[in-house]
């Protein structure tokens, strides 16, 4: 595993954490602010291209390709993967 491989395996382990700090308030009372709703959104978003970049990268290497020519797509592109 390469360190862009490490780096972006990182953003995906930081994001979960706030993902799920948020998840976390929004089951308690008062719930999140409009804020912390939108930042919620941003991270669920942000997610799935992380999680779409690491699956390029793999599939480049994986066929004797440069991962490296792997590119964040946009978020419409990648909205609902699940892993």
């Known amino acids: 595993m390469g360190d862009q491989e ?7 382990d930081g994001l979960v954490a706030e993902e799920r700090a948020l998840r976390d308030r929004n089951g308690r009372e008062p719930g999140l602010s409009a804020e912390e709703k939108a930042r919620l959104r941003t991270v669920e978003v942000r997610l799935d291209q992380c999680w779409d970049l690491l699956r ?6 994986e066929y004797g390709e440069d991962p ?16």
């Open 56 to 61: 390029q990268r793999r599939a480049l290497s």
């Open 68 to 83: 490296a020519q792997a590119r964040v797509r946009p978020a419409d592109e990648v909205e609902g993967y699940r892993s």
């Open 6 to 12: 490490r780096d972006i395996i990182g953003g995906i």
